[in-house]
């Protein structure tokens, strides 16, 4: 089991900043990838970006440009840098991690965390 702790969640004003930070439980399995989604109530939960263990990154079209993932493999850790907050970014927050369980073959499967939540208004 990979547990999932997530901070860095809050209130901030438009174009201020947020960074969150997700740290993965120790495990001797290896964490593939890890990411954050976002979900606003009454819509559908939606990538917001995503890290291999390698560094490739994936956005989504909405925060390009001004949130940054990044990821200490040491730590087992990623972070999402939010800044130029929009109050569309509004949202819970999850941090996923896709592990590796080497079974006979490569198998993995994704953990979440609970959530923290980002508003962001005046």
């Known amino acids: 089991q990979v547990r999932l702790l997530e901070s860095g969640g809050g209130l901030v004003q438009p174009g201020g900043s947020l960074r969150l930070s997700c740290a993965a439980s120790?495990?001797?399995?290896?964490?593939?990838?890890m990411g954050w989604y976002r979900q606003a109530p009454g819509k559908q939960r939606e990538l917001v970006a995503t890290?291999?263990?390698?560094?490739?990154?994936n956005y989504a079209d909405s925060v390009k440009g001004r949130f940054t993932i990044s990821r200490d493999n040491a730590k087992n850790t990623a972070y999402l840098q939010m800044n130029s907050l929009k109050p569309e970014d509004t949202a819970r927050y999850y941090c996923?991690?896709?592990?590796?369980?080497?079974?006979?073959?490569?198998?993995?499967?994704?953990?979440w965390g609970q959530g923290t939540q980002v508003t962001v208004s005046s």
């Open positions: 996923n991690a896709v592990v590796n369980y080497g079974l006979s073959s490569p198998f993995e499967y994704t953990y």
């Open positions: 120790e495990t001797i399995f290896t964490i593939n990838a």
């Open positions: 890290i291999t263990r390698g560094g490739n990154t």
